[in-house]
């Protein structure tokens, strides 16, 4: 088989691997992008409801404060919808306590847990004895309170997917620095879909893209790269890596990356999040005074919220990320919806238990995927592990969210890296060299 040649392979089709790809393909550049999937997108997906809805399965919403994908949204003429909030969240405590034995009602100690997550967290000062110190040993020593500590593991492990038990605190420290400050990161969502967004860029690049080619080796010499699939071989100059670093152990890297490079990429691990639609004929949380969105302390990490694309199309969205997903996964598929539908009915009323379609996506379990919304360093001794991989290695420059100084976990983040990887990429063609505020 003749080996094709580029001058740039990309190796992912996420937000991150399309943004590099345009970059370098607006600068002039031969670029061929590998992506394993049959479908563009990534962890953006969007899938048929049991309506015949198109609905986003994977990442959905935005902010105003991520300049990035909003001005993508614009220029492909998409409309944004915010949801309304019409009536008041719910916090709920576990369903085998009584709601009188708490010390003070489940809403404040929630209430509290949430100032402390999106207000206090981004100004803690980590002094050298926190080194180590995880997210639930923080709060731990943070308040005596149990019911505030529950709430506040519950909402940790829901925005994170990953135990916190797990988390090293100075990663939470560091998303909450570089992510949402004023708003929430769900104040809108696309009409259509997310997934649309990156199928519309990706048509920009059509002819560029291989689907279903899984990236299994790369070669690199000094006078090139080769990078292996099932199908073939491609020669090329450069190349981006747009796939996370949980999945480097499945690529045969030739030579083997430095020993720095190598354990920067180990010191991330998957997260864990199933992401739940479920469309309802009326919003019946909002009739009995609540907005629909809910916590609960147990299980912990559940979060739903009120996602109606418009008042004809209830919907709620939820999300469960960290351990209780991989205790939900070993449920059968009736117990895993009665478990959610039965939570949903203590929040909003028994009307939850008859929904019009219920779906829930599962991608902890997705090979391919990020387990959750990124991977997360979960080494705390790696404090430097971004910075080392944002340098690349020889031939490479990596991508992907969990690479982004800024939204990490977040689309904004996925293209911001992937833009940053392609300013690399250019650069060494060119003989130049790209600071990280280009
Ligand atoms: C349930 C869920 C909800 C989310 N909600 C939001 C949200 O509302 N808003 C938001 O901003 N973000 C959200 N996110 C996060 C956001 O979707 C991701 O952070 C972002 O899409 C990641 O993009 P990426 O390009 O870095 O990685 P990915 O999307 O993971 O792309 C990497 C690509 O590489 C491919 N790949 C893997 N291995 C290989 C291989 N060997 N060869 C070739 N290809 C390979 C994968 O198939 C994938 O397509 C959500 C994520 C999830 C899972």
Not at 30 to 46: N, Y
Not at 100 to 110: L, N, S, T, V
Not at 209 to 229: F, H
Request: hydrophobic share 45%; glycine share 10%; aromatic share 8%.
């Amino acid at each position: 088989m003749r080996m094709q040649s580029c001058d740039v392979v990309v190796a992912g089709a996420g937000f991150a691997g399309l943004s590099a790809a345009e970059t370098l393909i607006k600068a002039g550049r031969h670029v061929i992008v590998l992506e394993a999937r049959d479908r563009v997108g990534g962890c953006s997906e969007a899938m048929l409801n049991g309506l015949g809805e198109k609905i986003d399965t994977g990442g959905q919403f935005v902010c105003d404060e991520m300049p990035l994908i909003l001005d993508l949204i614009r220029r492909q003429n998409r409309r944004l919808i915010t949801p309304a909030e019409r009536g008041l969240p719910r916090a709920l405590p576990a369903a085998s306590v009584p709601e009188q034995a708490h010390p003070h009602p489940e809403a404040e100690a929630f209430a509290r847990a949430n100032e402390i997550y999106y207000d206090e967290l981004r100004h803690v000062e980590l002094t050298p004895d926190m080194a180590d110190i995880t997210v639930a040993g923080w709060i731990a020593q943070r308040t005596p309170d149990p019911a505030i500590r529950t709430a506040f593991v519950s909402i940790a492990e829901c925005a994170n997917c990953i135990a916190a038990a797990r988390q090293p605190l100075w990663t939470l420290i560091a998303m909450h620095r570089n992510g949402p400050r004023e708003v929430s990161e769900m104040q809108h969502f696309v009409e259509g879909t997310m997934h649309a967004v990156a199928a519309t860029l990706a048509d920009g690049l059509e002819g560029h893209i291989r689907l279903s080619q899984k990236l299994s080796a790369i070669e690199q010499s000094d006078g090139g790269i080769v990078i292996q699939t099932a199908t073939g071989r491609i020669a090329a100059r450069q190349m981006v890596l747009a796939i996370s670093p949980i999945h480097w152990p499945e690529i045969g890297f030739d030579p083997p990356l430095p020993a720095a490079t190598a354990k920067a990429g180990s010191a991330f691990s998957r997260g864990d999040v199933v992401k739940f639609l479920i469309r309802y004929e009326r919003a019946f949380w909002n009739q009995r005074g609540w907005s629909g969105m809910c916590q609960w302390s147990e299980p912990s990490g559940i979060w739903f919220g009120d996602a109606s694309h418009d008042p004809a199309r209830p919907m709620l969205v939820g999300f469960m990320g960290g351990p209780s997903a991989a205790a939900f996964r070993a449920r059968t598929e009736a117990g895993r919806r009665s478990l959610v539908l039965e939570e949903l009915a203590r929040a909003f009323g028994p009307e939850a238990l008859a929904p019009l379609d219920y779906l829930e996506r599962d991608w902890g379990s997705d090979a391919l995927g990020l387990g959750g919304y990124s991977a997360v360093v979960t080494d705390p001794a790696a404090r430097d592990a971004v910075a080392i991989l944002q340098q690349g290695s020889g031939r490479i420059s990596f991508a992907g969210t969990d690479l982004a100084d800024a939204f990490s976990g977040y689309i904004e983040g996925a293209i911001w890296s992937g833009r940053f990887a392609a300013a690399q990429v250019l650069a060494r063609l060119e003989g130049r060299t790209v600071s990280g505020s280009e």
